[in-house]
Every structure is written in structure tokens, then in C-alpha cells.
């Protein structure tokens, strides 16, 4: 995914309200901008920190810049929860994900499951179909290991529990965490952090969803998925 120009450098002040940031442009002007993450961010605030925004020239736009990567632990990190399902989709295109590319058709935001709607619904000859839940991924603590989530989720167990559903509808089920860096070698999920949700997945396993996890390749002008990496699943608490 091209951005539709090159990102514009600052440095940030601070992160807040979960919506919003303040940054210092490299002509030392001090912005206020949206930041399209609502969640923890852990690992990515710290003051300081060189990061790149867009800029929108709407005259709707309450903000004209967003902030779309933060440089951590010495990698660009994408912070953007708005481009998962478009990575996701590029990666099935790109057929990382094993199987998928076989299926002509993807749709984004379909309903579906007790009224939710599913990231990317791909159908094919007849009524085969493959419901795919994209969560994005940005949280690190160790070296070379990327963990999913970095907060409590009720609602990501949720949709856990919805893909279950489909795979005993018959139908095809799939978590892609989406991982907008390049510095990890393996996914994991951090239950310790989460035990119901960690304990919502090794469910959703058992009843036959499939996962796959994808790292993408982070710069201030295109992200883009690059490759699929192996899952630790044995740390997970039983049920």
C-alpha cells in the first residue's frame, strides 16, 4: 500500500485523549494532529520519538495531520488500526496466506455472526466462502517476537467466538494478525496480558479456525505485507 505522498517527519510531544497527539515539525512549529489508534499503543509514546504523519487538506478535517508511524526499538512501526484490512487483503492477494488466493471474490466489512461485521469475506464457485478477522499488531517486548493483544480485548474474544461459529456453519475461518513491522521473526499471543482472550483462541483452534500471522515491511512512503511468520501457540492457558 502506497501512501498517496511521502509522510511528513516530526518528532512527538505527546500522545492523549487516545484520539489526539502533539508533534514538533522539523521547522520547529508545534502541531496538534488525530491519531487513528485508540488502543494502548504500549512501547510507542515515548516523547520524543521521530514519527510521520499524513497531512489531508479537507476543509472537514478538524486536524490536517494523522499520525501513521512511530519509530520504536530502533524499527518503523505503522500505528494505523484504519489499514489492516487493506494489508490483509494485499497479503491474500499476494498469496501469503496459504489456500486463500483461490478465491476470486473479497469483501470488506460484511455482516454478519450476532450483528458484527467481518473484516474480508472471500467466496469463490458455489457457496464456499472463508471468513477472515484482521487484527492489527504493533506490540513487541522481547527481541524478534511480536504479541497480540497488548491490552485486554472482550471484543476480539468475541470475534473469536463468531469464527468458531462460521467453521460449524461450514464454512472456512481465519485470524490473520496483521503486523506492521519488519523486526519479529515469530507471533505470539500475549495471554498473560489477556488470559480470556488467550483462552477465547486455543477455543476457536480447537473448533477448527485457522491463523496465520503477517509482518509487514514499514517506510514513510508504502506499507506492505511482506511476509507470513510462524505462531507460538503452546504458552496458551488451558481450558
Known sequence: ???????????????????????????GSVITGSC??????????????LIYMSEH????RKYRHMLEIV??????????????????????????LPGLDAYPVIERERKYGRNSRIDLLLSGPGDARVYVEV?????IRSPGLAEFPDTVTARGAKHLEELG??????????????????????????????????????????????????????SPTEIAPLQAIPMDEHALPAL
Open 71 to 96: 519509530e520504536a526499538d530502533g524499527t518503523l512501526v505503522g500505528i494505523n488500526t484504519g489499514l489492516p484490512n487493506r494489508l490483509g487483503e494485499e497479503a491474500i492477494r499476494a498469496g501469503l
Open 36 to 49: 487513528p489508534n485508540t488502543g494502548s499503543m504500549l512501547g510507542l509514546t515515548a516523547p520524543g520519538s
Open 165 to 218: 461459529d462460521m467453521v460449524e456453519a461450514g464454512h472456512r475461518a481465519v485470524m490473520l494478525y496483521l503486523i506492521q513491522r519488519e523486526d519479529c521473526r515469530r507471533f505470539s499471543l500475549s495471554a498473560d496480558l489477556d488470559p480470556v482472550y488467550g483462552a477465547a483462541f486455543r477455543r476457536a483452534r480447537q473448533r477448527g479456525v485457522e491463523a496465520f500471522a503477517v509482518k509487514c515491511r514499514v
Open 135 to 139: 487484527k492489527n499488531v504493533h506490540f
Open 57 to 60: 487538506d479537507s476543509p472537514t
Open 1 to 27: 500500500m502506497l501512501f498517496e505522498r511521502p509522510l511528513k517527519p516530526g518528532r512527538l510531544i505527546q500522545r492523549y485523549k487516545r484520539f489526539l497527539f502533539d508533534a514538533a515539525l522539523a521547522d
